[in-house]
């Protein structure tokens, strides 16, 4: 009989082959989408993610050739433990140090942007008959950092594949049109004020690289880099909140069930490796900004190699291959079996919290440029 290692390792591989051959094609598609906006593609992080790309190469190979028996061990292993282990390494991108350039009054803006669309994505999903599941989904997606958040939260709450799969579809799709459209629906708001466009961008728009995606577009579509400025501190301040509204939205949902959690559910292990990596890179960020060395060890360009490796490729490689086994676990026919109501709470929820942002950003977003 076979140790449960060898037993995964045929799907743990799997999962991982589609990871990898994400990224090429990511991008690829992220070369054509910034030279259709008129960029160079050259020397430029790809606006289209990996880790949605690994779950549609998932999903084609589940619903074209399937997904033999034998990799079952190891897809539900990538799943479960990668998954946990890529957002441990997310924890690498995120320093106090960033957020606090946004500001005292920008830092709460952020904070309430990201409460209203929790409270308006839960409301709009029992308003439409969906799942208590799939509102929470739709809540930490929306108003967190997309995918990354589905996955954070989506073990506390006992979502399964096809939730999961429904959701990471709706960020992808809503992500992409926003990434597309709404540089240039700021543009037309905010011209006179890149503060205000930045803080729209980064606070409307679903994933990481979406939000990057567009904020570039419009930096150098428009000659704004103030713009890009704010919307990256402002996704990074959203996504900083993953520590507070993953414990929050599991709490939430168990009291719902009238199930009872202890701490260490509430905090599972994964949600404090992330956060202790973050305090790692803010530490390692104040050594760097007082003329010392990161962590004690790393000048500046050694500080940035470790960040590259482990919070940006690591992190995206680990997060791919989970996502690439809910592809390979996942039939289309039992998405349909969720009916268009998934669909529609997503598109309602997007919509909702980019009317707030753009109320807010018009408010807030003049008070965010440097003076």
């Known amino acids: 009989m076979p140790s449960p290692l060898l037993r995964a390792l045929p799907g743990l591989v799997a999962a991982l082959v589609l990871a990898l051959l994400a990224q090429p094609v990511a991008a690829g598609l992220g070369s054509l989408l910034l030279s259709a906006r008129g960029l160079d593609p050259l020397g430029r ?29 190891g897809v539900d292993l990538a799943v479960k433990k990668v998954l946990r282990l890529g957002i ?28 209203f669309a929790v409270v308006a994505a839960r409301l709009l999903a029992r308003g439409m008959g969906v799942s208590a599941r799939l509102g929470v989904l739709a809540a930490a997606s929306t108003a967190i950092c997309g995918i990354t958040a589905t996955l954070a939260v989506a073990p506390g709450i006992n979502a399964d594949d096809r939730e999961v799969a429904y959701t990471v579809a709706n960020v992808t799709l809503f992500g992409l049109v926003a990434m597309l459209s709404y540089p240039f629906l700021a543009h037309a708001l905010f011209a006179d004020s890149p503060g205000a466009a930045g803080l729209f961008l980064g606070t409307a728009i679903h994933d990481t690289s979406q939000v990057m995606g567009a904020a570039i577009a419009y ?24 520590v507070a509204v993953v414990p929050a939205l599991t709490w939430m949902s168990a009291r719902e069930g009238a199930k009872r959690q202890s701490l260490g559910q509430l905090f599972p292990t994964f949600v404090l490796g992330f956060l202790a990596l973050a305090a790692v890179r803010t530490v390692g960020d104040l050594g760097l900004a007082q003329g010392g060395r990161a962590l004690g060890l790393f000048e500046v360009e050694g500080w940035k190699e470790v960040l590259r490796v482990l919070g940006d490729k690591g992190a995206t490689l680990a997060l791919a291959t989970a996502l690439a086994g809910v592809g390979l676990s996942t039939r289309l026919s039992v998405l349909r079996g969720l009916g268009p109501r998934p669909f529609f709470l997503g598109l309602a929820a997007a919509l909702v919290v980019g009317l707030a942002s753009l109320v807010l950003s018009a408010w807030v977003g003049p008070l965010l440029e440097p003076r």
């Open 219 to 242: 930096s150098e579509v428009y000659g704004e880099p103030v713009a890009m400025q704010v919307a990256t501190v402002a996704k990074l301040t959203r996504n900083s909140l993953l």
């Open 45 to 73: 992080a790809s606006p289209v993610s990996a880790i949605p790309v690994a779950v549609l190469l998932g999903l084609l190979v589940a619903n074209t050739v399937g997904t033999p028996t034998r990799l079952a061990p």
């Open 88 to 115: 441990i390494l997310v924890g690498l991108k995120l320093s106090l140090v960033d957020v606090l350039k946004i500001g005292a009054l920008g830092v709460p803006m952020v904070v309430l942007l990201v409460v």
